[in-house]
């Protein structure tokens, strides 16, 4: 089967910041799409995100880092509700309410979690060494979308380096996703 996917980079990285590569390799042989986005800014990432969603096939993967992740749902749930996808999959998406990091412009709408009722699957990743997106950051997550599978990643960094992903490898083949045997 043929999968497509949608990378979005996390803020101040290029297009395969990491833990792309770990992802890539989990999807071998999938199309990863990877547009490269300038600085972090709200209106800018939005428009350039809402763009290529639009030209995503409904049963493409949708996946983000940190800045792009949490920039992935603002879009999903407010300029493109309802979109459908097969699964997505957050590394370390900063929450930015005010019980996070208090950035108004760049947090989701309190109606996020009915937005991506499309959306098969909802994973978010954090990892418990984290130091630039606290793991607490994955209870603020769980709360505003309770269907979501919010998981810590034991003695994982913010780029993932020294975790092996086997929780996005699980939740792939949950999801129908991937071989198990690959």
Same mark, same amino acid.
């Not at 590569?21 to 939005?46: C, H, M, N, Y």
């Not at 269907?147 to 380096?161: I, M, N, S, W």
């Given at each position: 089967?043929?999968?497509?996917? +949608?990378?979005?980079?996390?803020?101040?990285?290029?297009?395969?910041?990491?833990?792309?590569?770990?992802?890539?390799?989990?999807?071998?042989?999938?199309?990863?799409?990877?547009?490269?986005?300038?600085?972090?800014?709200?209106?800018?990432?939005?428009?350039?995100?809402?763009?290529?969603?639009?030209?995503?096939?409904?049963?493409?993967?949708?996946?983000?880092?940190?800045?792009?992740?949490?920039?992935?749902?603002?879009?999903?749930?407010?300029?493109?509700?309802?979109?459908?996808?097969?699964?997505?999959?957050?590394?370390?998406?900063?929450?930015?309410?005010?019980?996070?990091?208090?950035?108004?412009?760049?947090?989701?709408?309190?109606?996020?979690?009915?937005?991506?009722?499309?959306?098969?699957?909802?994973?978010?990743?954090?990892?418990?060494?984290?130091?630039?997106?606290?793991?607490?950051?994955?209870?603020?997550?769980?709360?505003?979308?309770?269907?979501?599978?919010?998981?810590?990643?034991?003695?994982?960094?913010?780029?993932?380096?020294?975790?092996?992903?086997?929780?996005?490898?699980?939740?792939?083949?949950?999801?129908? +996703?991937?071989?198990?045997?690959?």
């Amino acid at each position: 089967d043929h999968v497509t996917a +949608l990378w979005l980079h996390g803020a101040g990285a290029g297009a395969q910041d990491a833990p792309f590569d770990k992802v890539r390799a989990l999807l071998e042989g999938s199309e990863i799409i990877a547009p490269q986005f300038g600085e972090p800014e709200a209106t800018a990432w939005g428009d350039a995100i809402a763009d290529v969603l639009d030209a995503l096939p409904p049963e493409a993967l949708l996946i983000g880092h940190s800045f792009g992740a949490s920039m992935l749902l603002k879009v999903l749930a407010e300029r493109r509700p309802h979109r459908p996808a097969p699964a997505l999959f957050g590394f370390a998406p900063p929450w930015w309410g005010p019980e996070g990091w208090g950035h108004e412009s760049f947090h989701v709408p309190d109606d996020a979690a009915s937005a991506l009722d499309r959306v098969g699957a909802l994973h978010f990743y954090h990892g418990t060494a984290d130091d630039v997106v606290e793991p607490a950051h994955s209870a603020l997550y769980a709360r505003a979308f309770p269907r979501a599978r919010c998981q810590l990643v034991d003695g994982a960094d913010h780029v993932f380096a020294g975790a092996e992903l086997s929780d996005f490898a699980a939740d792939l083949t949950r999801a129908g +996703l991937r071989d198990p045997t690959i």
